[in-house]
């Protein structure tokens, strides 16, 4: 018996993360319920294969669960947690998927029984559409997910959430609270931030220079991406992480303002080297990692501006059995074509990926 897949998985919160959970987990085999307290969500989740039976109450979700995952906002994790005791069994297992880890880990351990474990998490993606309407299986498919030590789960605990979630192909990851909470409010709410900003920003010289939003192409709409993500969800988020994200905002207004100052000062000197750094430490992202991830070799691949362009190259490298583990549509324009980045999981697939592309009249280029 597979003991991992033997575990009742129960989801609570049936949005665009907990259907995709579900989603995920109901492929490799696993029995999921789930509850979310808007049963048009429920109801949706259980017609899309979400969670494999619908309940009535909470309580019937989560009565016979090994393992609860809370799915819910930030916000209300503690308090899901906390309604859920009196109706689970003894040695029942809690993670969530919130965003901020310190916070929800200092609402939950004051109350949690020494006969249930906790085990923090937070996967590392996500989407701008909400809703389990926007559930995806393949989400989690090699992205980061944080598991997070808590002082009171032992490492088996812990260990056995994991090889639950790696089923889901996401990439596991162990932080303590606080380095999770310093890490994500750089590289994850303070990126949130300025692009609201940047946004914001925008909208307004609309509003004095009508058509400016017009003007709008890829290198704006690729930094502003995120702002259109739910501006609820992203409050509880900052403000749960507060502290955190004020030290990213004072190190960003630090080098913002050292910008500033070499245009100021028509120092090309300054500002180019400052440029320089900048583009130094971009590179670094795609060459050592992927977010938390290990190594991808990444191409670049040129293509026309004609129907099924993207399918021919992905069929040509599919044929020879080369999987695309990332996919990205880096430009395009209109009559030119434009280029796609295409990752693979080690060198010798990139250098075959190549090989294959040439002989097809493809240009590419390792990135």
């Not at 890829?218 to 739910?230: H, I, L, Q």
Request: proline share 5%; aromatic share 4%.
């Amino acid at each position: 018996m597979n003991t991992v897949i033997d575990m009742n998985i129960a989801i609570v919160g049936l949005g665009l993360m907990g259907g995709s959970l579900g989603l995920s987990l109901a492929r490799s085999g696993f029995r999921v319920s789930g509850w979310d307290s808007d049963r048009r969500a429920q109801a949706e989740a259980f017609k899309i294969g979400a969670i494999s039976r619908l309940t009535d109450s909470l309580q019937e979700t989560v009565a016979g669960a090994d393992l609860v995952f809370v799915a819910t906002p930030v916000g209300w994790i503690a308090e899901t947690i906390r309604s859920c005791l009196p109706l689970v069994k003894p040695g029942v297992i809690f993670s969530d998927l919130g965003s901020i880890k310190q916070m929800v880990v200092d609402q939950v351990s004051p109350f949690l029984p020494d006969a249930c474990y906790f085990v923090p998490g937070h996967p590392m993606t996500g989407s701008e559409q909400q809703g389990i309407a926007a559930a995806d299986p393949f989400l989690f498919q090699n992205a980061a997910y944080i598991l997070v030590e808590h002082p009171r789960t032992p490492a088996e605990i812990r260990e056995r959430v994991g090889k639950v979630l790696a089923t889901t192909g996401a990439h596991l990851l162990t932080l303590g609270a606080a380095d999770h909470d310093r890490i994500v409010g750089m590289v994850s709410h303070l990126p949130h931030l300025i692009a609201a900003v940047l946004a914001k920003t925008a909208g307004t010289e609309e509003e004095a220079r009508p058509g400016t939003l017009n003007l709008a192409a890829g290198g704006f709409r690729d930094t502003t991406r995120v702002a259109t993500g739910s501006p609820t969800l992203w409050e509880g988020i900052i403000a749960g992480n507060k502290q955190m994200v004020l030290l990213a905002l004072d190190s960003f207004q630090r080098e913002l303002a050292a910008a500033r100052q070499f245009i100021a000062e028509d120092d090309p000197a300054g500002l180019t080297d400052f440029l320089r750094q900048a583009r130094d430490v971009r590179l670094q992202i795609p060459a050592k990692n992927k977010g938390f991830l290990t190594l991808l070799h990444e191409l670049v691949v040129t293509i026309e501006d004609r129907p099924g362009a993207i399918h021919e190259v992905l069929q040509d490298l599919a044929d020879v059995g080369l999987n695309i583990k990332d996919i990205e549509i880096l430009r395009v324009r209109e009559g030119d074509g434009g280029t796609l980045r295409l990752a693979l999981e080690n060198e010798p697939d990139a250098d075959r990926a190549l090989a294959v592309l040439a002989s097809k009249g493809i240009k590419a280029k390792r990135r």
